[in-house]
């Protein structure tokens, strides 16, 4: 494909994608397909020839479309949101079409600098405590990377990094396996201290767990892989209090921030912490500039060697939307959820099972589990909506996350009038 | 920004993207800019209000561009490609579009699907054993991860957790730590078993090392990250023979198969050996087909929870450039730089550091290192092609690796007599 033949389909797949986000709202958000359905409808190696074009778009809505579960219907309610916007596409265009690796400052200045800068607006857009940015040429500052996983793992592999360097100073004559046996990791039943868990959405108290952590020199690393987004608002910002007591602090723009996967944002209050658990310097990595202490080789604050210009991303999304859109998108899902919480609470036979403070909402019938189970089983047979369940103390209980950017009013209404049609049929085959 | 403004920028940014490509072999293909040059151009904190589209495209020009090293220039010789297609960033636009999160199979049937059939459709590529494929429902199977460090952590992890579960078995009477202190991981001085190093494009003997690990019953991961693309030509194959020892098999077809970052494809002979060291199971992730053993949830093969639908690229490549479209690819680079590799034979002040086999000419001045440090300081701040350097054995190398999809042999000779040139200045300036 030469570069005019990509000026024709690179327009044609825009209106392509345009029209896919304007008419999702149709599409059914679950699909029909069972397990296996794709391999019999594609050859069983690639084409020796080049196919056009036109073969692999009309195969679009041929094979691939009736597999997608559709994340961005404003009937999905599954999971957590995933973020989609139309700046943070237009971004990922101009990404690929750059194509550097940005592992070092040298291997494209304008990608390390860029994150750099974004980490810090980003910051303080959640009024982090100044030793997290990069700005006042402190000891702090922030990385994207890939998932909430992998901020966790550097976190801890550095942890683990600090904890055996300040055993092996104190007590020389350890051996190393006597030394891996004093590591002790703690964690929640959620993992590492969270904002904003996974099943429920529930809070660690940070001013409680943050002290005990800095008196015991233990690292403490907070994950507010959902939650985060929405302490760019001042009237959440309180759940975020404590995080001056933690050495690292990471949350996804990419869920609910209308960056696109993936954009995990991920800050530390010593980068020297990071770099002394990753540091790799290959010849064919030195640079000129690597040893003036001005630059920052971002391959040394992550498992991976390569990454890509994601901070355009943000860039792109920050600007287009201004905190203050950012922050009215916030409070649009918040109000969305709470708007849910009220209509289920109107409905004796339901219940409300964990507080409401985002964008999530943990419900149930009265009951026994097999009936929420069986309301579920509705509920995703029908695939009218989708959402998935989770497990609060032994009770099974039905998520309604709130995660499309074009939700409205009228979508959330809607999906409890079905939900509750859903639960008449459920009730009285129980009855019956 | 809604759908008919996103039409409309999304094809000035498509037109923006083709006049780059167009024109990238005008750019200097490395920076001028020096430490810190990005933060004061732009504000120190996001606004507050949106600023418009045209703003933010022209400070592309004014802010980033300035700041980027062309990896797509024809003048690029640095580190090793990174893929760049047409289709395959075609394909990304529709991948953002659809935005799903693959990490399990109803989270999107066709992320899943697909991903698992492009990963048999490459494998048939290389010849790999029947053993490492998903169709013939044996126990192997193939993934897309982002890098090749996260394929050999993952397959270091799953390594671990097997000799660990053996050990245990075999004396339950062994503590942790005991089991900790017996666990050996031996690499090469370019770490795990290799085909095509990054310093000098060697390659390790698989037929010799495959059968001592195979009787050890030690976990053989072997890494093609660059080299691994050009197996899909006939006569570059051999170079893959002794595979069917390993254990797991990873290489980056975002590398040198136009396949855009991030795609690193890796096989695993048995995949419970991946699922047994990563399964993740909570209640909001189950769904109903998830123990008929017809499905596969990849989030038990890597590290992080999400992933992208990027077989789509994958999709994209192979069906538009064709087997043969991407084994004339190869060839070209090849031939390319074979094509260096003669040149530089012919000047007696030259020697070439490591045999050629694939994209990559290992080259230096005959004499001191001091005086290669010297012309590639030359080289890299003339800034007319970009190279970076390696240490074989103690000297001093320059590496001459061929990268961009469009260059061509006019390139390769303007870049060698640029090259000439400067060595010409440097050796002159050293009998002054």
Known sequence: MNTSEFRRRGKEMVDYVADYMEGIEGRQVYPDVEPGYLRPLIPDSAPQEPDTFEDI???????????????????????????SSYPAMLADMLCGAIGCIGFSWAASPACTELETVMMDWLGKMLELPKAFLTENAGEGGGVI???????????????RTKAIHRLQAASPELTQAAIMEKLVAYSSDQVVATLGTTTCCSFDNLLEVGPICNKEDMWLHVDAAYAGSAFICPEFR????????????????????????????????????????????????????????????????????????????????????????????????????????SLVLQDPRFEICAEVTLGLVCFRLKGSNKVNEALLQRINSAKKIHLVPCHLRDKFVLRFAICSRTVESAHVQRAWEHIKELADDVLRAERE
Chains 1, 2 share one sequence.
């Not at 997608?68 to 957590?80: E, G, L, N, R």
């Not at 912490?273 to 992550?302: E, M, V």
């Open 145 to 159: 990377q890939g998932s909430a996983s992998e901020a966790t793992l550097v976190a801890l592999l550095a942890a």
């Open 238 to 341: 309180h759940l975020l209090n404590g995080v001056e007591f933690a050495d690292s602090f990471n949350f996804n723009p990419h869920k609910w921030l209308l960056v696109n996967f993936d954009c995990s944002a991920m800050w530390v209050k010593k980068r020297s912490d990071l770099t002394g658990a990753f540091r790799l310097d290959p010849t064919y990595l030195k640079h000129s500039h690597q040893d003036s202490g001005l630059i920052t080789d971002y391959r040394h604050w992550q498992i991976p060697l390569g990454r890509r210009f994601r901070s355009l991303k943000m860039w792109f999304v920050f600007r287009m939307y201004g905190v203050k859109g950012l922050q009215a998108y916030i409070r649009k899902h918040v109000q969305l959820s709470h708007e849910f919480e």
């Open 57 to 83: 778009i009309n195969d679009i809505e041929k094979i691939i479309m009736p597999g997608v579960t559709h994340w961005h219907s404003p009937y999905f309610f599954a999971y957590f949101p995933t973020a």
